[in-house]
């Protein structure tokens, strides 16, 4: 109850004061302007004679001009009225109705209300006309140069007043409209961040997971060191990913919109042939001429046909037996190269269709993907990549960066299960006797295969004994098909 009691006070003296206020951030100054005129009220002077009617009369103008900030048009027109009462009456004294009129209309240009304002301003002229017409004291080119002197300078700081709410209003509404846009960046960041982490962490671990148990069941089993190998690339790719998330997050990381294509080679190809070199695969890779500078999605795009044909490599190898990665640009056109990324192994089953996820990437691009073998029988993976090239601004100079003549992959990634699933679409799916080299000679099956898919982290593992396919590139192309 006291609480109650206590409360109601602050609430309607809140009211009071917001009232007092006024909903534009002007209101509050003028309205004080105009408290401290009608206060000369009381100033010794102020009323000329004693007449009752002269004191009401000019009484009443100056309520008007304490009421005028609140309700200026409705005291246009009363002032109007008693501006001319006043004149009737007492001709020769001074009419602090005008002064009423004056300020009003002055809050009524403030407000940006023109036609209001203009009738206000004819109504102060048509009284000085009046005043002429009688011989009043504010008639004749002595009252025009008063009234217009005061209608002048107070109409002029009732104009800037509303430019200068117009200004704050405009400069609120732009800071609400950044802090949107800034709200929604920092959604959207964090729904990249998270939906890339899930991708690089979850995904990464799975597959991890899966070869690690695969492992568990038969350690000793043929193609154990590929699957090791594989171990390896999935770690140093989620290694690689997860710093780059963490920089992104550091306040003082520069966003480039530009990558060293060169530089990322060398990095790529040396991972590479650290992690075959720890499980006992012979890989070799060749990194020829490319363009030096190139953009996030080429970058990202180069990475993926890269890490897809080592692991396609890792996986179907024959044991034992050397293989290399080439990658290089060849001038096409003066402003476009064609990036062309071939692999070449031995296999112990001939590869009958070209890799499905390489080749959706390639045409997305506008590039292609092809099989071939050559003399000595091997399996050889072509892929081309056409770039477009472009002169741009690189740390304050003017080079050449290549650009994709085409990106739909980020489309072609969303595509429905059925038409683009990673299960499904598995390199494996192309090669006959895709197990490991105890079952070669049949293609894994959904029942023999540890899959990490879309349809969840962990796929199902097959009976104990059977040949098992691990699928450990396909976190690869998810996260690089969610960044395109």
Request: charged share 20%.
């Amino acid at each position: 109850m006291r609480a109650t009691t206590v409360d109601r006070p602050e609430g309607r003296g809140s009211a009071v004061w917001r009232f007092l206020r006024g909903p534009r951030f002007v209101d509050l100054p003028l309205r004080a302007f105009a408290l401290v005129m009608g206060l000369t009220a009381f100033v010794p002077g102020a009323f000329e004679l004693d007449e009752p009617l002269y004191v009401a009369l000019t009484a009443a103008a100056y309520v008007l001009i304490v009421v005028a900030p609140f309700l200026p048009l409705s005291v246009v027109v009363a002032s109007a009225a008693l501006s001319g009462v006043f004149l009737w009456q007492y001709p020769d004294f001074e009419n602090m109705s005008t002064e009423a009129l004056i300020l009003a209309t002055a809050v009524l240009f403030s407000y940006m209300r023109w036609w209001a304002a203009g009738a206000g301003t004819l109504a102060l002229l048509a009284y000085q006309v009046a005043a002429t017409a009688q011989n009043g004291l504010d008639g004749g080119v002595p009252g025009l140069i008063d009234l217009g002197y005061g209608w002048l300078t107070t109409c002029l700081v009732g104009i800037a007043a509303g430019f200068v709410e117009r200004r704050i209003q405009r400069e609120i509404t732009r800071r609400e409209q950044a802090a949107r846009e800034n709200a929604r960046a920092l959604e959207t960041m964090r729904m990249r961040f998270t939906s890339d982490t899930h991708d690089t962490i979850s995904h990464s671990l799975c597959t991890e997971a899966a070869i690690i148990r695969t492992l568990g069941r038969a350690p000793h089993a043929p193609g154990a060191d590929r699957m090791i190998t594989e171990l390896a690339l999935v770690n140093a790719e989620a290694t690689k990913r997860l710093r780059q998330l963490v920089a992104r997050l550091r306040a003082d990381a520069p966003e480039s919109a530009h990558v060293g294509l060169r530089a990322e080679a060398r990095l790529l190809v040396s991972a590479i042939e650290d992690g075959t070199a720890a499980g006992g695969v012979r890989l070799s890779t060749t990194v020829g001429a490319l363009p030096e500078h190139a953009s996030p999605a080429v970058g990202t795009h180069f990475t993926g046909f890269i890490l897809e044909l080592a692991t396609n490599v890792i996986r179907y190898a024959t044991p034992g037996t050397a293989s290399t990665i080439a990658v290089a640009a060849e001038q096409a056109t003066p402003t476009r190269v064609v990036v062309r990324y071939t692999s070449v192994n031995s296999a112990d089953a001939p590869l009958t269709e070209v890799p499905r996820s390489l080749s959706t990437r390639a045409e997305a691009v506008g590039g292609s993907c092809t099989v071939s073998a050559d003399p000595q029988g091997r399996v050889v993976v072509t892929v081309t990549h056409p770039l477009e090239l472009v002169a741009t601004e690189i740390d304050s100079e003017i080079a050449t960066e290549a650009v994709p003549v085409r990106d739909d992959f980020a489309a072609a990634s969303q595509a429905t299960p059925g038409e683009l699933s990673p299960t499904a679409q598995g390199d494996s799916a192309s090669v006959a006797g895709a197990a490991l080299p105890g079952t070669a000679g049949h293609a894994g099956t959904a029942a023999d295969a540890v899959t990490v898919g879309d349809a969840g982290p962990v796929g199902a593992a097959g009976p104990a004994g059977s040949g098992t396919t691990v699928h450990a590139g396909h976190s690869h192309r998810r996260l690089e098909g969610r960044r395109a």
